[in-house]
């Protein structure tokens, strides 16, 4: 019964793969974000989803591109993995555009280029 | 420079001590949160405060928002172990629409 769900949880890969991270949540939120936790733990914003619909994109290379199939899901696909892209990345929701009552977050997905 | 400045980053104290930690901006927030993250785990929502001066309670955490809502502080009483985690505060200013802001964390260590 988890809330939002995203896999795979660890992801190692080389310089230059295509990776795809899945993100699903089932609590009947309208918003779906993805987040990039760097290795100072600082929670950078990438997209932000409403009902389908992009809202936020922030200065995020084209090499990352978000697809949402529905309200309940926001997959993210990173072509030509750099170095740079490793971190953790977290998939959230909301109920209401902007978080007004708080984020439910994903338990990440720790992605190493190697 | 950073929207939401968090002091300190580390805390490392004795289990019964008690801490606060700080979030100030000088942007106005409609509403501002507090998360603790764990290893290996996502942010977990504690508490959202979105009036001036407004003060809530959660067993031995108390969250604080400033009278002007430029700031916010959390303070812990009587610590525990169990409270160890990276403390983060996120706020929506109100020049930023619906971006919501995470700040860059405390890290709270609680030693036996």
């Known amino acids: 019964d988890t809330a939002v769900s995203q896999t795979p949880k660890y992801l190692v890969t080389q310089m230059g793969n295509d990776k795809s991270i899945k993100c699903e949540q089932n609590l009947g939120h309208d918003t779906m974000y993805w987040y990039k936790q760097d290795s100072k733990k600082f929670l950078k914003i990438m997209f932000s989803y409403n009902n389908k619909e992009l809202i936020i994109n922030e200065t995020v290379p084209n090499r990352f591109s978000p697809k949402s199939p529905d309200k309940a899901h926001l997959n993210l696909h990173i072509n030509s993995l750099e170095l740079g892209d490793s971190a953790v990345y977290f998939c959230?929701?909301?109920?209401?555009?902007?978080?007004?009552?708080?984020?439910?977050f994903g338990s990440g997905t720790r992605l190493t280029v190697v | 420079t950073q929207l939401l400045e968090q002091s300190p980053q580390f805390l490392s104290i004795q289990e019964g001590e008690n801490l606060t930690v700080y979030c100030n901006s000088s942007?106005?927030?409609?509403?501002l949160q507090w998360y603790r993250q764990e290893p290996g785990e996502g942010p977990v929502l504690l508490v959202t405060?979105?009036?001036?001066?407004e003060v809530k309670k959660l067993k031995r955490l108390t969250f604080q928002f400033g009278d002007a809502r430029k700031d916010s502080s959390l303070h812990i009483t009587a610590a525990q172990p169990g409270d160890t985690g990276l403390y983060l505060c996120?706020?929506?200013?109100?020049?930023?629409?619906?971006?919501?802001?995470f700040g860059e964390g405390t890290q709270l260590t609680v030693n036996p």
């Open positions: 405060v979105v009036t001036g001066g």
């Open positions: 959230a929701s909301s109920q209401v555009q902007g978080g007004g009552h708080g984020y439910t």
């Open positions: 942007s106005v927030f409609s509403s």
């Open positions: 996120a706020g929506r200013a109100e020049t930023s629409g619906s971006r919501l802001t």
